[in-house]
């Protein structure tokens, strides 16, 4: 009998009858590795006020502060050799623990990782690195160091209130952070890791019966409820431009722009809006009129991109990750830093393109290309067994199939009527949440109040006429109804 059977065994002989979980198995016959992803419907939108950031503290509790059986530290000498590891994360709706081993090594990983999920250790020391942690990722990685991502999280915040379950940064704020104790982890844990709220995902080289041992290794988890219905409204339209500026010693502005929207993976105008958000802005690639237009005619930044959902960049890569389910989403243009000077310029050259999109939609050469270039770019998305059934596992959230199966499905049915359609009906906002992290706050908002134009001067001469042509439009691009608030740096997140 090998060691995960003796685990299995020993659960049932005193877990009570157990709710059956969700279980998503992708086997793969071939493959010489395993692939986990152990979810719990428990995110932090259901942090409990005052206490933000305790979902994803938990998290960072069981996959980095060991198990009763196992410190930390003699988990990751028993990983080494297995070249093997554990990685949690809190999003808004569910919290994921990711894994990979070599088939060879699966009963023996999976024993730790059962053990850091049923009987985690919650030591004091543990407790207070990782909440140090999460502080100094707020105070001094967000505030500090990373001014992109404090302008998306800025926008969020900013999209949805203080009082919504999406209101908050998924790792808290200093505040809630500091006012959580140990006892509200274990409480937490307790309440929320449970078989009810258990969606098991394994792919790779294993068959059904270790999907089925694993289960009833799990078992040891409590019973448990469903989880708590959330109180998630879609974010109010806004009227004209909500700029907030967030104040600091930047030398370039970094920009987010969004807006709610009424649409998820869950609904049919998804798909269409997917073909028009890659012609708008795909992440990381030039196919987009963004990315085309401000950094590839104009030099502006780096990249300019839009979305349809939430996005969250896996690791230093270019595609999404997958896990990060949510039943309210919002549309959203991320504009890398520019200079200083060409703020609004570059703010009013997003927005211009938004509206010409949503004015004279798509044409039918446009519409070709860019739902073949969707159709092959979208496999890349799953080229690991863990991508997919990251995919596979959202798809359940939403009552799809994954988002890769659902596009080849339905983009060849579309047309360039049915995007352009989707877009008016979707992306014809009468407002904007606008984010700027930018160092003279006072003046940005003087000008961008002003309304005055904005006109754009290069460096070295052989501009294109076409575009300067374009430049005297987006430099009187209209900025109406302009409402601007401006936040120290050090008051972000704070609570």
């Known amino acids: 009998m090998n060691l995960l059977s003796t685990i299995a065994l020993a659960a049932l002989a005193f877990a009570p009858a157990a709710p059956a979980p969700q279980v998503t198995f992708l086997p793969s016959e071939g493959s010489p590795l395993v692939s986990l992803r152990i979810q719990f419907n428990v995110g932090s939108a259901h942090d409990p006020a005052g206490k933000e950031g305790l979902a994803a503290l938990t998290a960072a509790m069981i996959a980095e502060g060991g198990s009763e059986e196992m410190s930390y530290g003699r988990i990751l000498d028993a990983f080494y050799p297995m070249a093997a590891g554990l990685y949690g994360g809190a999003r808004k709706e569910v919290t994921t623990f990711v894994g990979d081993v070599h088939r060879d090594n699966l009963d023996a990983y999976t024993a730790i990782v059962v053990g850091l999920l049923t009987k985690p250790r919650f030591a004091p020391e543990d407790f207070e690195r990782l909440r140090n942690e999460a502080i100094d990722e707020l105070t001094k990685t967000l505030r500090g160091s990373n001014d992109e991502e404090l302008g998306k999280w800025t926008l969020q915040t900013r999209l949805y209130d203080r009082t919504s379950p999406y209101g908050h940064v998924d790792r808290g ?8 104790t140990l006892d509200d982890v274990r409480a937490f844990h307790a309440a929320n890791y449970t078989r009810a709220r258990l969606h098991l995902g394994v792919a790779g080289g294993t068959d059904r019966a270790y999907v089925d041992r694993l289960t009833r290794a799990l078992e040891v988890l409590p019973a448990g409820g469903s989880a708590p219905t959330l109180d998630v409204k879609q974010a109010a339209p806004r009227d004209g431009l909500k700029v907030t500026i967030v104040e600091k010693p930047a030398e370039a502005s970094a920009i987010s722009i969004g807006a709610p929207i009424a649409v998820t993976r869950a609904d049919d105008d998804f798909y269409a809006l997917a073909v028009a958000n890659s012609y708008l802005g795909e992440h990381r690639t030039f196919n987009g009129k963004l990315m085309q237009d401000l950094r590839g ?22 595609f999404p990750i997958s896990n990060n389910p949510r039943r309210v989403q919002y549309f959203s243009i991320w504009i890398r830093p520019v200079p200083a000077d060409k703020t609004v310029f570059a703010l009013r050259a997003a927005l211009w393109e938004w509206k010409r999109l949503v004015d004279k939609g798509m044409t039918e050469a446009e519409f070709e290309a860019t739902r073949s270039f969707l159709l092959n770019y979208s496999k890349l998305w799953v080229q690991t067994p863990s991508r997919r059934l990251g995919y596979a596992m959202d798809g359940v959230f939403y009552g799809r199939d994954d988002v890769v199966t659902e596009l080849a499905r339905r983009l060849p049915k579309l047309t360039v009527a049915d995007v352009n359609n989707a877009v008016r009906k979707h992306l014809s906002f009468p407002g904007f949440e606008v984010a700027v992290v930018a160092k003279d706050a006072r003046g940005l908002e003087q000008l961008l109040r002003s309304g005055k134009p904005t006109p754009i001067t290069y460096d070295t001469e052989g501009t294109p006429a076409d575009v300067l042509a374009e430049d005297r439009e987006i430099a009187v691009f209209p900025l109406e109804r302009v409402d601007v608030r401006i936040i120290p740096v050090a008051e972000m997140f704070e609570k």
Do not use: M, P
């Open 173 to 180: 704020t200093v505040a809630g952070l500091r006012s959580i």
């Open 297 to 318: 005619k104009r030099g502006l930044n780096y990249g300019d991109y839009s979305y349809i959902e939430d996005f969250i960049q896996e690791g230093g890569g270019t």
